[in-house]
């Protein structure tokens, strides 16, 4: 098995005997965009913890459209809400650029929790905020334009990454405000006008956060 550094920032926050015991059982995956990490209905047999790149988390409508309702990085995990209770998850979780994460199998993962453990609290609060940003994802997609939606997605993203260069493209934007192309466009000139971004080959480059941040909605880290 390859070493195992930890650089994920919700594993930092553990004492280190937790960390090292996650460390035993840990796996290093390096994974591509499209890689999946989560299916909806389905049981996810791991949790994922990025250290490097980014994730987004997905509704699957009927038809299967799918509109963007999370996005991880190396602050946080992939399935790690609902451990080892074997429910299926909500969301598909897919990622959306390149990157490392520490692969962990649920069961072995909730062999190391206990009551009133470090881990066990971690958890459960984790647990918790996702809850409470899953909530206002349904919020922010039901109420909010286009245009500050977008910005709100790029600021998440570029929070979680090195650097002011976003590999991201217009099919992407698509998939996380659930919208059709026209309105992305749209969207994503408007943000380029105002000089917050520019786009080329796939990729968006912040410009100015300052900005971008001012043409976001409510929902934005700050």
């Avoid at 550094?5 to 594993?11: G, H, K, W």
């Avoid at 490097?52 to 409508?61: M, R």
């Amino acid at each position: 098995m390859q070493s195992v550094t930890i650089s994920n920032r919700l594993l930092a926050d553990l004492p280190e005997p937790e960390r090292l015991q996650i460390k035993s059982i840990a796996v290093v995956v390096d994974f591509e965009p499209g890689h999946v990490f989560a299916e909806a209905g389905h049981a996810p047999p791991h949790v994922w913890f990025i250290e490097a790149g980014l994730a987004t988390a997905h509704v699957v409508l009927s038809d299967g459209r799918m509109v963007g309702v999370m996005v991880f990085g190396p602050e946080g995990a992939i399935n790690l809400a609902a451990p080892a209770a074997g429910r299926p998850s909500p969301v598909r979780v897919t990622a959306q650029t390149s990157g490392r994460a520490l692969r962990v199998e649920q069961a072995r993962l909730k062999a190391l929790t206990s009551v009133g453990s470090a881990l066990t609290e971690l958890i459960l609060t984790y647990g918790a905020t996702l809850q409470s940003d899953l909530h206002k994802a349904v919020a922010c997609n039901a109420v909010h334009a286009a245009p500050r939606r977008l910005a709100t997605w790029l600021l998440r993203c570029h929070r979680r990454i090195e650097g002011d260069i976003l590999p991201l493209k217009q099919e992407d934007f698509a998939g996380l405000l659930g919208a059709q192309r026209s309105t992305i466009n749209a969207a994503a000139q408007s943000l380029q006008a105002a000089g917050a971004v520019s786009y080329s080959r796939g990729r968006v480059r912040v410009l100015n956060r300052e900005t971008l941040a001012r043409l976001a909605c409510e929902c934005a880290p700050r």
